[in-house]
Each structure stands twice: as C-alpha cells, then as structure tokens.
C-alpha cells in the first residue's frame, strides 16, 4: 500500500542561510549549489530577510508509485465489496469517455484537461456512474498531487487493463496476462468545461450501426476500433447507470479474448426477462445462459462483415488482440494530447 519514494524527485528545495551580509559570495554559491541539483527549468526566488534561496522544479510525478496506488485501491475496494465486481471496468471506461470525445476535424475533445470534472460532460447521461471512479481517485491524487487529473484518469485505465489478470481479485491462474500500455504523462487539466464539446458524440448502445462507432471522427481504423471495443471483456452494465444490464464474460475482471470468442460462437437473443420478471430495460442481447449481455452495438460487430473478420481473428489469437488493444488504447489516450517532448519551443511558454 505504500508509495515508494522517488529519490531524484527534488520538488521542492529550501536553503536558509542566516548572514549578516545580504546577498554575499557565500549566497551565491549557495544558490549555485542548489541550481546543480534541479532541473533546467527550476526558477530560483531569492528574499532579502531572512535571506531565502528556493529552487523548485517542476512538478514531476513518481509514475511508478502512482500505478501503485491506483493498483492497490482496485484491490482494496474489491476486497471490501466482496462480491466479484471491481473498479477495473469502471476505471477502463473513465480514460475511455475521457479521451473518447476527441474530434479530428477540429481537434477538439480528449482526455487532456480532465473536462469530465465540470459540466456539461459530468452531466452527459453517457458519464453516468463515472463520478464513482473520479470519487475513488481522489485518494490516489491526494496522495500523488503533483500528478495531473488528465493524466491520473487515463492512467487509472492503463493500471485496470494491465492489472487485470494478475491480481488475487481474479484467482488468475496466468498471472500478468493484462497487455502492457504504452503511457506517457503530460496531459495538463483545465480549470472549467468552457472547452469541452457542446453535444455528447460518445457513441450510443442501442444502435447497431458502423457510423455509431465514431471510429472516422476519432481517427481510427476497423482493426483499431474491434480491438479497443473488446475493453467489453471488462466490467459490467448497470441498471442504475446506463439503464443496462449484466456482464459481457463471466469473468470480469480479467482482460482476455473472452468478449470475441463469446460474440461468434454464442447464441445471443433478445433479453426477454430478468430475474423471473419481464425485462422492462432497454433492448439488449443474452447468451443460452440468460447471465450474459451484448448491447445492439456490440452486436454490430459480427453482423458487419469488416468488424466481423477482425471479431473472428482476434477470437482465435489473442496475443493479436493483446498486442492490437495495447497499441490502439495508447493512441486513444494520446488524442489531441501535445506532451511537452513533442512541443515546439514556443508552446513551453
Ligand atoms: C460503440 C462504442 C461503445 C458503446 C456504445 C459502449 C457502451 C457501454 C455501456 C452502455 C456500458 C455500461 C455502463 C454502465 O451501465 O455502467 C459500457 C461499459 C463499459 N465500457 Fe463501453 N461502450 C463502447 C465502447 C467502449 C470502449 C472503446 C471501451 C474501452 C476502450 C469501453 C469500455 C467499457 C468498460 C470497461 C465498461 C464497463 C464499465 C464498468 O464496469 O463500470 N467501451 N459501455
């Protein structure tokens, strides 16, 4: 449960030196000595009385030890709800409705900003039930405050996949089967929602269409989008959020190819009741099982015969999948995101 401590992170050091002469050699040198340990961009404050040196860097999180934190929270949470659901799904759909908004018509949307804190997109029906999982991560970044709530949502969603598969939640016998994610911070928050975009274009569940996909408007091609919607092999509807209802595998809270092996060889029907009493929710779908769903947009997925390959594909290997989600959920994530490497000098200021 621990943070571990980075040692290189020097955020912020303080030096007082009490003289009677102001401003002496001895400052300076002292100034210089501080200067050697930050980094190039630390801005040294001096004051007069007493006479204070003050280097502070710019803030660098320990990525590592926030992974951590995010890991052991899902762990935690899962442990104290004890009935076999977890944050994993919620915190893979978090960095997904994040960065899912992204335009590449006009650039607009993505996960920079972390935008989904303010309306309009915290009241976006499509985000409902997503305050729990910013609710949960207030801990993480309380613990980790130099690390940005743009970066900290979609890291939330590197962890859930990554740690999905090699936790004790899962009693997976293959330990570390979640993909690892490429990952990079630098994503900057925004003070308001003045920015995000007007309308929801988050795709919608109940219509089983290649266009409701959104895949043309965030950029992305048929393999790119079949692999990042088998996210589904995670988490679950709920009633209460979405109007939904159940879990697309029976194990939840492993990331694996269970979505699109299930999605060809089922039997998927119209959901006609649930628990004894006619299904008054939603159209959905349901396995033989009656324990099982598929929404009308995942259903599109072997009824278009593009998505369908790749379904089928992906059904049989899934290190395919593996490796296709690792790279397509990384270029979701970095969607209209500048990272301060990737900069040109003018935007540094
Ligand atoms: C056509 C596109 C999509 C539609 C219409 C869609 C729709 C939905 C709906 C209705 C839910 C249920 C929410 C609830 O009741 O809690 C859900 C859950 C979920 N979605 Fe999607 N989704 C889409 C694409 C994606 C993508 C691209 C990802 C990730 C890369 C993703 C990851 C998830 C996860 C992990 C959950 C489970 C959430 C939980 O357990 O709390 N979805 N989705």
Redesign the pocket.
Known sequence: MGTRRNPKALKRTRARISTSIMFSANTMNAALRISRYAAPTAVLAFSLSPVTVEAKESAKPDVSAVKKSIADLIEDDAERRGDGTSLT??F??LA?HCA?TYSKVDGSGGSNGARMRFDPEASWGANA?LGIARNALEAVKEKHPDISYADLYTLAGVVAVEEAGCSTLNSCPACGRGPKIPFRIGREDADSGETSPKECGL???DKGSRK??NSARMGFNDREIVA??G??A?????TD??G?WGPWTFAENTFSNEYFRLLVEERWSPKMSHNGKPWDGPDQFEDSTGKLMM?P?DMVLVQDPAFRKVVELYAKDENAFFRDFASA?SK?LELGVTFPSTKPWYQFW
Do not use: E, I, K, M
Not at 234 to 238: D, E, F, I, T, V
């Open positions: 799904g919620t893979v759909r997904w899912g039930g795709p919608d569940a409701n996909t990042l919607l996210a589904h995670l988490g679950r509807c709920h959020r979405s939904y929404l947009s959920f979701l």
